[in-house]
């Protein structure tokens, strides 16, 4: 028999509502426990027949069945913290209260009332009941209008919003994170409010309207870094900078709006080795073809970024870039991930626009190349020093294959080719290089 090598984690549990949709609920909470590397329980409060465009119907579970979970998952794991989401009506809303005191592990508090397509998830009467609850809560996580029916104040700017926060602390939580996105402006901001003090987590607004399941996978992200043992402000941090991203990267599901994706970041710490491993491909293409002709002064880098990539670190290239030798190119040392700083950074601002464009190489740019790039006929741009990449990559229809820089003083004149795959960069490389020596 062969040895088993046992997975310590630690452990979350969600109170919270099944959404048959999958992108909220428990749903969206075990998946985020499991993007966090937690091991995730769960009790289930009702059971929702949702999808991307709304609830069709919802039905709370009897308060013993809910009850039984709680005391199964609570009596048997080192649960580490915890989280409530939908709790449907005001009886389970009062048996999460009654059990919270008992708690030795934090408790996460998101006061779910309305679906991000408008129904109802908690009946009127439960309102109310919530302040029992947050008595007993480390954190509450309200949206604007749930802090509204919370504290009786409309937030509509970070003043209403701070305001309401330290209303909300007066039930006794310790802490209340008010999220900003339901808040119109240019820039989302969560005000994170403690007897400390407060500090504000701010992200651009993604523009757009798959937020299906986004409080739960935040709370839920909050939640498995606290069991991790990370400090609150921490956790709410990385938790913010989390969902960010899953909604940037959002599940396009369903015929609706779409889910966040919560399994963003492990796909693309997945997506690290094939990464570099299509870098190394193209460089070994480059090698045997040896594009010696199209090595600038500088040399040639192959860049390559994960799926979701957003910096330079997530960005593989080669490190000291391809050089020119006595018999053809070499890469000068290996493959490495933040080994590219100007080509790179090209890469991830051109991802701003284009977020499926993973590749790209540099090279020489000169009247041969220029020649050559009109005969191919293919789509080019020409950039500057003070050229907007939204303007070169903003546009689907005009998306370029190659951008131009006709250089500066101290500046080498150069060529940059753009590809979604590792193959078609190569291609692209290589078609040029043939081109150039006709
Ligand atoms: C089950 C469930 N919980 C929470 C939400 C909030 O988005 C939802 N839509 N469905």
Same mark, same amino acid.
């Given at each position: 028999?062969?040895?088993?090598?046992?997975?310590?984690?630690?452990?979350?549990?969600?109170?919270?509502?099944?959404?048959?949709?999958?992108?909220?609920?428990?749903?969206?909470?075990?998946?985020?426990?499991?993007?966090?590397?937690?091991?995730?329980?769960?009790?289930?409060?009702?059971?929702?027949?949702?999808?991307?465009?709304?609830?069709?119907?919802?039905?709370?579970?009897?308060?013993? #069945? !809910?009850?039984?979970? $709680? =005391?199964?998952?609570?009596?048997?794991? +080192?649960?580490? /913290? *915890?989280? &409530?989401?939908?709790?449907?009506?005001?009886?389970?809303?009062?048996?999460?209260?009654?059990?919270?005191?008992?708690?030795?592990?934090?408790?996460?508090?998101?006061?779910?009332?309305?679906?991000?397509?408008?129904?109802?998830?908690?009946?009127?009467?439960?309102?109310?009941?919530?302040?029992?609850?947050?008595?007993?809560?480390?954190?509450?996580?309200?949206?604007?209008?749930?802090? #509204? !029916?919370?504290?009786? $104040? =409309?937030?509509?700017?970070?003043?209403? +919003?701070?305001? /309401? *926060?330290? &209303?909300?602390?007066?039930?006794?939580?310790?802490?209340?994170?008010?999220?900003?996105?339901?808040?119109?402006?240019?820039?989302?901001?969560?005000?994170?409010?403690?007897?400390?003090?407060?500090?504000?987590?701010?992200?651009?607004?993604?523009?757009?309207?798959?937020?299906?399941?986004?409080?739960?996978?935040?709370?839920?992200?909050?939640?498995?870094?606290?069991?991790?043992?990370?400090?609150?402000?921490?956790?709410? =941090?990385?938790?913010?900078?989390?969902? +960010?991203?899953?909604?940037?990267?959002?599940?396009?599901?369903?015929?609706?709006?779409?889910?966040?994706?919560?399994?963003?970041?492990?796909?693309?710490?997945?997506?690290?080795?094939?990464?570099?491993?299509?870098?190394?491909?193209?460089?070994?293409?480059?090698?045997?073809?040896?594009?010696?002709?199209?090595?600038?002064?500088?040399?040639?880098?192959?860049?390559?970024?994960?799926?979701?990539?957003?910096?330079?670190?997530?960005?593989?290239?080669?490190?000291?870039?391809?050089?020119?030798?006595?018999?053809?190119?070499?890469?000068?040392?290996?493959?490495?991930?933040?080994?590219?700083?100007?080509?790179?950074?090209?890469?991830?601002?051109?991802?701003?626009?284009?977020?499926?464009?993973?590749?790209?190489?540099?090279?020489?740019?000169?009247?041969?190349?220029?020649?050559?790039?009109?005969?191919?006929?293919?789509?080019?741009?020409?950039?500057?020093?003070?050229?907007?990449?939204?303007?070169?990559?903003?546009?689907?229809?005009?998306?370029?294959?190659?951008?131009?820089?006709?250089?500066?003083?101290?500046?080498?004149?150069?060529?940059?080719?753009?590809?979604?795959?590792?193959?078609?960069?190569?291609?692209?490389?290589?078609?040029?290089?043939?081109?150039?020596?006709?």
């Amino acid at each position: 028999m062969r040895t088993p090598a046992p997975d310590a984690r630690p452990v979350a549990l969600t109170i919270a509502g099944s959404d048959s949709g999958g992108g909220a609920g428990i749903q969206a909470d075990l998946a985020t426990m499991t993007a966090h590397g937690v091991f995730g329980t769960s009790a289930i409060t009702a059971v929702t027949a949702q999808h991307t465009r709304g609830v069709e119907s919802s039905f709370a579970l009897p308060l013993e #069945e !809910v009850e039984a979970q $709680i =005391e199964a998952v609570t009596g048997d794991f +080192a649960v580490g /913290a *915890a989280k &409530t989401g939908m709790l449907a009506t005001t009886e389970i809303v009062q048996l999460v209260a009654d059990q919270a005191p008992a708690f030795e592990f934090p408790l996460i508090v998101d006061p779910v009332m309305v679906a991000s397509s408008g129904d109802r998830l908690l009946e009127p009467e439960a309102e109310r009941a919530y302040e029992d609850l947050l008595s007993a809560a480390t954190l509450a996580t309200p949206n604007a209008d749930e802090a #509204e !029916v919370l504290s009786g $104040i =409309e937030v509509t700017d970070l003043e209403s +919003a701070r305001d /309401a *926060a330290e &209303t909300i602390l007066e039930t006794g939580v310790d802490a209340v994170l008010l999220k900003g996105g339901h808040v119109p402006g240019e820039t989302v901001r969560d005000v994170l409010v403690t007897a400390d003090g407060t500090r504000t987590f701010e992200h651009p607004r993604i523009r757009t309207d798959a937020t299906h399941g986004s409080g739960c996978t935040l709370a839920s992200a909050i939640t498995a870094r606290l069991a991790k043992g990370e400090p609150l402000e921490v956790a709410v =941090e990385g938790a913010t900078d989390f969902l +960010a991203r899953a909604v940037r990267y959002y599940s396009d599901v369903g015929e609706g709006h779409g889910a966040v994706n919560h399994a963003v970041e492990l796909r693309n710490a997945a997506a690290r080795e094939p990464t570099a491993e299509a870098v190394q491909a193209v460089v070994d293409r480059f090698v045997a073809a040896d594009v010696s002709g199209l090595v600038p002064e500088v040399g040639v880098n192959v860049v390559g970024a994960t799926p979701y990539a957003e910096s330079i670190a997530e960005t593989a290239a080669v490190e000291g870039r391809i050089t020119r030798t006595l018999d053809g190119v070499q890469p000068n040392r290996g493959v490495r991930f933040g080994a590219s700083s100007h080509l790179a950074d090209f890469l991830v601002s051109a991802r701003e626009y284009a977020p499926d464009l993973r590749f790209a190489v540099n090279c020489r740019f000169d009247e041969d190349v220029e020649r050559a790039l009109e005969t191919l006929e293919w789509p080019v741009a020409e950039t500057d020093r003070s050229t907007d990449p939204a303007d070169v990559f903003g546009d689907r229809e005009t998306r370029p294959v190659a951008v131009i820089d006709r250089g500066d003083v101290g500046k080498e004149a150069m060529t940059r080719l753009v590809a979604e795959e590792p193959e078609t960069l190569a291609d692209r490389l290589l078609t040029l290089d043939a081109e150039v020596k006709e």
